[in-house]
């Protein structure tokens, strides 16, 4: 729902009414009424008309044109019918989806004209509570209007992510667009198109009309299927057939910064192909009538992981292909972002599945959205071979460790960690171990999924798992679905379908856990075969998981060191922290030995099962101080331990499927 303006009139006598309550003060400021908006904007400020069912009618012609690259300027020119004369409001995208905030970046929007077909300007009026919609007074006789601006994208160091390069665009048409008020975005079409350098390939989920000199066309579509299209467009492309031969074929659409970046390692794209295949043995069905993996290998465009109902934005490092391999969480990246088409796109949270994107979303169920996704990208990567299951295992041991001993569980749940992003954009904080973070409804309600998984498992003698709740819950429709909310309590009955439990009370209590005796949610390791331990040394395939692990005293002496030797993560409640520490102190020495990474470690494990102190030596600006550790447990660091006699679950949950 709008917030309405009138609720700034009603704030401000609420104040004066608050005032009128206290004692007059010295030089207190004398409040006065809320002045005449008249007198105060150039024109009465209208009403934004909420979304209704209605068509909008005719069709807005956009383009956009991105080939000053040198300058980042994404330049736009839409033609959108106006229905009659008098007040007509456009909004500026603002909750931008899966974003689950309002992040629509529209402080990059500059250069706003409007006109009518004659060249007559007509002037905009931004509204002063919602400042991303802007009214106009259409005149008489006025049935269409030209609307220019520019998208002043950043550039490398700037606060918003780089979407332009000189070999490679990422165009997000939410970031670039007007759209009138009043309507659904279901309800309003677009007729795109885009001006690229020439010579340029492109990856997107729309139906190319034609592509000459540079311009593409596009066959017009809704405004909500625009915004769920974007596209990969570079010098350097070249576009793979995953599964090419079914009624929703599946492609990967690849852009990077050299062309010799293009050629995949031998065996990768079997990989990805058998992604589509063990999805398709998961879910029993595909949502959607056609998918684009977008990929860009490089260094230059920022990073980036979104979800969309028949493409994904993602991006990997400059080698990816070349090698064939990366990092456990690249590897995950396509997987994670691919299972978004059933959970997150076609079937969402009812409270995420707003009209338009003005309307606030709310986030109650992120938990399902992202944590139910995290837990079916992990098992996909493992089933299609893009991870081993010894990797997962080490990556399932790091979600483990880091919420056994979080210690924000006593005074945040997990619930209202998906709150978070409203908050405040995945604002990173000094003390992650304490307020929570986004990380949270992703890393913990996979572990939360793995025990209901593992439950099911275990309760039906193997006959039946959480797959059952993928093809039964989010696996309905074959071919192109409209998009569909889902409630918590249709979560819970979905569940009941497959195995009879109190799931309320089983996610409740996991959800809401909050407290000094509230614990981390591992019962699904246990009944899945394995218990968290800890070591001192990890092996090779743990140190490629665990890409931080030589700078990580986390579990130890309870931060992280960075570089240059700063101290950060300080773990709330870690000897780090008892000691008075916190972020922002270089380490100078270690026991009278210039510091390093490995000096410490060295220390550390000299120290254990001994009485001697660790020395450090710290030093913040002009300041230096010396603090001693009493610590002799040695270096720590987590594992999955094989608890021996009992079925190993988790291994059958990572196996591929055969059918």
């Known amino acids: 729902m709008m917030r309405s303006p009138a609720r700034l009139f009603v704030s401000a006598c609420a104040t004066a009414l608050l005032f009128a309550a206290v004692p007059a003060l010295a030089q207190t400021p004398v409040l006065t009424q809320p002045q005449d908006a008249a007198l105060a904007l150039p024109r009465p400020q209208p009403t934004i008309p909420a979304p209704t069912r209605a068509t909008f009618p005719g069709v807005i012609r956009y383009e956009a044109d991105v080939t000053d690259r040198a300058r980042r300027i994404i ?226 465009l920022g990073g980036i992981g979104l979800e969309h109902h028949r493409s994904s934005e993602n991006t990997l490092a400059p080698d990816f292909f070349t090698r064939g391999t990366g990092s456990l969480s690249s590897r995950q990246l396509l997987p994670h972002e691919y299972v978004h088409s059933w959970n997150g796109k076609y079937m969402r949270p009812a409270d995420e599945l707003t009209a338009n994107y003005n309307v606030p979303t709310q986030n109650t169920l992120l938990w399902v959205y992202e944590g139910l996704t995290s837990y079916w990208g992990e098992v996909l990567a493992a089933r299609a071979g893009l991870a081993g299951k010894d990797e997962t295992l080490a990556g399932l041991a ?122 981390a949610p591992l019962d699904g390791l246990a009944r899945g075969g394995y218990r968290l331990t800890w070591v001192d040394g990890l092996t090779a395939t743990e140190k490629q998981v665990h890409t931080g692990w030589a700078n990580d005293f986390q579990y130890s002496l309870g931060f992280t060191l960075g570089a240059n030797n700063r101290i950060g993560g300080v773990r709330w409640g870690g000897p780090a922290y008892e000691a008075g520490l916190g972020a922002g102190w270089d380490l100078i020495a270690v026991n009278d030995r210039a510091a390093s990474a490995e000096v410490l470690r060295q220390a550390v494990t000299a120290a254990k099962g001994g009485s001697d102190p660790i020395v450090l030596i710290l030093k913040n600006g002009d300041r230096f101080r010396t603090l001693s550790f009493a610590w002799h447990d040695g270096l720590r660091y987590p594992r999955l331990e094989r608890i021996e006699g009992t079925p190993d679950r988790l291994g059958d949950i990572l196996a591929p499927r055969r059918r």
């Open 75 to 300: 330049s736009v020119r839409q033609t959108i019918p106006v229905p009659a004369a008098g007040a007509f409001t456009l909004l500026y995208p603002e909750f931008l989806p899966g974003n689950h905030a309002g992040t629509g970046p529209i402080q990059l929007i500059s250069g706003l004209t409007v006109t009518a077909p004659d060249g007559r300007r007509l002037e905009w009026l931004r509204d002063t509570i919602e400042p991303h919609a802007f009214h106009l007074d259409i005149p008489l006789g006025v049935t269409e209007i030209e609307v220019a601006f520019q998208w002043l994208t950043q550039p490398d160091g700037g606060a918003w992510r780089v979407v332009q390069t000189p070999n490679i665009v990422n165009m997000q048409w939410e970031k670039a667009i007007l759209y009138p008020a009043g309507y659904a975005a279901t309800g309003i079409t677009v007729e795109a198109s885009i001006r690229l350098p020439e010579g340029w390939g492109y990856g997107v989920a729309l139906d190319t009309v034609s592509n000459e000199g540079g311009l593409a066309r596009f066959a017009p579509v809704s405004l909500y299927t625009l915004v769920d299209s974007p596209m990969f467009a570079g010098a350097h492309y070249r576009r793979f057939a995953l599964d090419a031969d079914g009624p929703s074929p599946v492609h990967l659409s690849l852009v990077a910064d050299e062309a010799g970046q293009l050629q995949p390692a031998e065996g990768l794209m079997e990989k990805f192909e058998s992604l589509v295949v063990q999805a398709d043995r998961l879910f029993g069905a595909r949502p959607f009538d056609r998918y684009e993996f977008l990929v860009g290998v490089t260094s230059q």
């Open 398 to 519: 790091g979600h483990a460790a880091f919420y056994e001993t979080q210690p924000g569980r006593q005074w945040r749940s997990l619930q209202d960690t998906n709150n978070h992003n409203l908050l405040g954009y995945r604002v990173p904080g000094q003390w992650p171990s304490w307020m929570r973070t986004t990380t949270d409804y992703y890393d913990e309600a996979l572990l939360v999924w793995l025990d209901a998984d593992t439950l099911i498992r275990e309760g039906s003698n193997g006959r039946r798992s959480l797959d059952d709740f993928a093809s039964g819950f989010f696996g309905r429709l074959d071919g192109e679905a409209q998009a569909r909310g889902y409630t918590f309590e249709e979560v819970v009955a979905a569940l009941d379908a497959v195995h009879p439990h109190d799931w309320s009370g089983f996610l409740r209590s996991r959800l809401d856990a909050v407290g000094p005796d509230a614990r």
